[in-house]
């Protein structure tokens, strides 16, 4: 069994920073790719960014230049590192994983989700 583990959210003034971070663990033969969601209250959960095992990676639109998502291949974790946060930043965040254990490819991972407040 994989679990995903997050970490790092918090209350933060507009123009801050936060770092979150994802630590999956189990019985990981590989991981494809890990990402970052959101979700703010009453809309739908969105892509903040992805890290694929290649090391490419991919932003929302209102992240780009804001956000900087990496990973550490040997501690299978990923971090989003998130500068010049604004209120509308707000949301739970949380994590996802593309990974193979043994025999089966698992897509549809999540962490249980780290609130980030952007409020003064």
């Known amino acids: 069994q994989v679990q995903l583990v997050e970490s790092g959210g918090g209350l933060v003034q507009p123009g801050g920073s936060l770092r979150l971070s994802c630590a999956a663990s189990?019985?990981?033969?590989?991981?494809?790719?890990m990402g970052w969601y959101r979700q703010a209250p009453g809309k739908q959960r969105e892509l903040v960014a992805r890290v694929y095992s290649g090391g490419n990676t991919n932003y929302a639109g209102s992240v780009k230049g804001r956000f900087t998502i990496s990973r550490d291949n040997r501690e299978n974790t990923v971090y989003l590192q998130m500068n010049n946060l604004k209120p509308e930043d707000t949301a739970v965040y949380y994590c996802n994983a593309d990974l193979w254990v043994v025999l089966k490819r698992e897509t549809d991972l999540w962490g249980q989700g780290t609130q980030v407040t952007v409020s003064s």
């Open positions: 189990g019985n990981i033969v590989s991981i494809l790719s």
